[in-house]
């Protein structure tokens, strides 16, 4: 090693404007910045190549992560039978559990006895509000609390009860639950999503001051650096506003690959996908990685399907070893000039929605949607026009591929009547469009 060092210690180092003038010779006369220079809708400019002199030596180090847990989500319909599926999950390694509760169970810690006997971490995720179930579940030790008023508000439109005074049991609970995930499937850029995701939980600090615990459930895309990025620059600027309130508490990240780039046609191409999002959930130092089935869209849920998705993070943590290394992004230059450049606007967002009220009274006055949604619609003009590539949907499509008959669910956009306080959030697929046509095509031959 020590030969190495020397050998390379006898070339020299060659500075940023070097580089720069090289490329410019290459170019032939082309202006730089409009020829390799790309900027992205955020405002973040990626250059062709970055060295030492990128490095956002201003900014703290990111914290350290303990390596990622392998997770699984159940939904509770039955006690008995999600205890015996869970203990099999563990036995085939899965390493944490999220139960999805429709409703209040009476006695919860007795009746889940078995399961927090297998001593992996709980988290208990509610679709509905009731203090009381929620002060029951505070007092189970090793069980997290995941429940989470303003999603509801951002993704129906509407609070739980109808209520905006849904912060009593908050005020005291031990964990505060922001659930990003639905500004991503909505559309949201990543530095939207890391700003709204601070905005959404600055709301609970103002009504907490002293939790225990911070839980972030992101969903993310295929864009592998700007992902890993995110969730980085996510963690500093939690430290950031955390610091600002006087607050303690651990922050966690739960990811998941998001559902706005998933397709039915070539649905294979979804294992690709999928693959390198949990890689960007596990280089960016999520703490909580739950797979999302290749078939989740059109099909119920199947052990084929859970299972693949679960091999691909078993192979990443266990034959990759990607769980070995805490922080692996550390030292990228463009990464870490990608993590600089995302904190700051996102920061900048952030402050600009302080400004305006806070993140509740942005959504009021849909602000928050007319933002994403102009995001969105750009994004879905350019897949619609070929210029975003989705492998199997817009590109290299094949046209012996039917679906008209592999529908078990329906995987497209639901439009439902009813009255709401706001403009909900809307979570649609970038390929719908495409994928309807093709579909009317299936039916319109047989």
């Known amino acids: 090693m020590s030969d190495n060092?020397?050998?390379?210690?006898?070339?020299?180092s060659v500075s940023a404007a070097k580089w720069k003038q090289q490329i410019q010779f290459e170019l032939k006369g082309a202006d730089y910045n409009e020829t390799v220079v790309r900027q992205t809708a955020d405002g973040i400019k990626v250059k062709p190549f970055y060295n030492s002199e990128d490095r956002?030596?201003?900014?703290?180090?990111?914290?350290?992560?303990e390596p990622f847990r392998i997770t699984e989500t159940l939904y509770v319909k039955n006690v008995e039978k999600t205890i015996q599926r869970a203990t099999k999950l563990v036995a085939k390694g899965c390493e944490a559990v999220i139960l999805d509760l429709p409703e209040p169970i009476a006695d919860f810690q007795n009746a889940f006895a078995a399961l927090f006997?297998?001593?992996?971490p709980v988290f208990v995720r509610t679709h509905f509000y009731d203090e009381t179930f929620f002060e029951a579940i505070a007092k189970v030790e090793g069980v997290t609390l995941l429940t989470d008023p303003i999603h509801e508000l951002a993704a129906t439109g509407n609070w739980y009860t109808g209520s905006d005074n849904q912060f009593g049991f908050l005020k005291q609970s031990p964990t505060i639950f922001v659930n990003a995930g639905v500004y991503h499937n909505a559309g949201a850029t990543p530095v939207q999503t890391v700003a709204f995701a601070l905005a959404h939980a600055v709301e609970y600090f103002n009504q907490q001051s002293k939790p225990k615990e911070v839980v972030f459930q992101l969903e993310l895309g295929s864009d592998f650096f700007f992902e890993i990025a995110a969730i980085r620059a996510l963690r500093l600027l939690y430290q950031t506003v955390a610091n600002t309130f006087g607050i303690t508490a651990k922050s966690s990240i739960?990811?998941?690959?998001?559902?706005?780039?998933?397709?039915?046609?070539?649905?294979?191409?979804?294992?690709?996908?999928s693959t390198t999002e949990c890689m960007s959930a596990i280089l960016g130092g999520a703490d909580f990685i739950q797979n999302r089935p290749y078939d989740a869209l059109y099909h119920k849920e199947n052990e084929f399907g859970n299972r693949i998705a679960r091999n691909q993070l078993l192979i990443l943590k266990h034959e990759a070893h990607l769980d070995k290394i805490q922080n692996p992004s550390d030292g990228s230059y463009f990464i870490e000039s990608l993590t600089a450049q995302m904190?700051?606007?996102?920061?900048?967002?952030?402050?600009?929605?302080?400004?305006?009220?806070?993140?509740?009274?942005s959504l009021k006055k849909e602000r928050i949607q007319a933002q994403i949604k102009l995001q969105a619609d750009a994004e879905q003009q350019a897949v619609d026009a070929g210029k975003h590539v989705l492998i199997g949907t817009n590109i290299f499509k094949n046209s012996a591929d039917q679906m008209a008959d592999q529908l078990e669910l329906y995987p497209f956009l639901k439009v439902q009547a009813r009255k709401t306080i706001i403009a909900p959030l809307i979570q649609k697929r970038l390929a719908e469009n495409i994928e309807q046509e093709r579909l009317k095509s299936e039916k319109s031959t047989l």
């Open 254 to 273: 739960i990811a998941i690959p998001g559902k706005r780039n998933k397709t039915i046609y070539d649905y294979n191409v979804n294992m690709l996908r």
């Open 117 to 120: 006997a297998l001593q992996i």
């Open 5 to 12: 060092k020397s050998q390379f210690s006898t070339f020299e």
């Open 343 to 361: 904190a700051r606007l996102a920061l900048e967002k952030l402050k600009q929605i302080e400004a305006d009220g806070g993140f509740i009274a």
């Open 56 to 65: 956002a030596t201003h900014l703290p180090a990111v914290p350290k992560t």
